[in-house]
């Protein structure tokens, strides 16, 4: 297991993959980050597709798989300790910390749902640390009014849901289907995917879940510098064809690639198919 502690005592966990050759020794970096309940053993499937020709970052959100987060009381930004930070800040200061940590001057950064708002503002904020951004099912403006009204679970918003039921609970209650097809994978993923989501600490969901709703780009997103490639399908609930299309529409330099027929969870049910178009799009952009 290998850990980089953040300057707010936060310790990160992170797998970095290279199976490059060793004498090809200018090999780029790809960042795969994980969406909200999730964590890095997601997208293992998706690093021997990447992983000859470039060197793979994978890393645990605070809060999330194997990283620590802030104790109870305090929110994901360790707002205590460091007031004004706010939590999709300390989300990219974490990410600059493992880069720093590993010497990496520069990434392709591939976020998946809001690993990918995460990566956006992390392109905004700095540029200079990114070769390429690809935001996969990543809603990067307002959610969609429907999507948060059924994961409130009946009560005024999710943040307050998953402090009533905890998030063994919550889950329960709420199911999965918004966030991974149903349709997609085997009984044995669902089972397990669905435990996963569990394991994160409740006071973290709810710290996330009050950034994420209110989580909008749409005013900076014509200041992106750096190319995106988002990457989407038809029967999201998160993330809508028209909302995918309206956020291509913001960015300068960006594509758009919707799969037919397929919800919620494309990075870790195709990730195979996913991983050749990140790395056809870093082709294209270089």
């Known amino acids: 297991m290998a850990t980089v502690t953040t300057d707010d005592g936060i310790q990160i966990d992170y797998e970095f ?23 890095k053993k997601f997208y293992a499937p998706m690093v021997p597709y990447l992983g000859r020709k470039f ?33 999709v800040q300390r989300y990219a200061r974490d990410a600059l910390c493992v880069m720093d940590h590993l010497g990496i001057k520069k990434i392709h950064w591939v976020g998946d749902s809001s690993g990918g708002i995460t990566g956006a503002n992390f392109a905004l904020m700095f540029p200079e640390r990114v070769h390429t951004l690809t935001c996969i099912q990543a809603p990067l403006v307002k959610i969609p009014a429907d999507f948060e009204k059924a994961w409130a679970a009946g009560e005024k918003d999710p943040a307050t849901a998953i402090e009533k039921y905890g998030m063994a ?12 097809d149903p349709k997609r994978g085997n009984e044995r993923f669902q089972a397990w995917q669905k435990e996963e989501r569990k394991k994160i600490a409740t006071h973290s969901y709810i710290g996330h879940w009050k950034w994420q709703s209110l ?17 989407s399908s038809d029967r999201s609930g998160i993330c809508p064809v028209e909302q995918q299309e309206r956020i291509r ?27 050749a178009d990140v790395m056809d799009f870093i082709a294209r952009k270089r």
């Open 17 to 39: 993959d290279d199976f490059t050759n060793p004498w090809d020794d200018e090999a780029e970096t790809i960042g795969l980050l994980h969406g909200s309940t999730l964590n």
């Open 55 to 87: 060197r793979v970052l994978r890393w645990d959100q605070r809060g999330r798989g194997a990283s620590t987060a802030p104790p109870p009381g305090s929110t994901l930004s360790g707002a205590p300790v460091d007031d004004g930070v706010t939590v």
């Open 169 to 180: 609970d919550y889950y329960e209650r709420i199911g999965t289907t918004w966030v991974t």
């Open 215 to 231: 989580a909008d780009l749409t005013d900076q997103l014509p200041g992106m510098k750096v190319p995106v490639q988002l990457l």
């Open 249 to 275: 529409n913001l960015i300068p330099d960006c594509e758009l690639k919707i799969y037919s027929d397929y919800g919620h969870g494309i990075a870790f049910l195709e990730p195979e198919r996913v991983a």
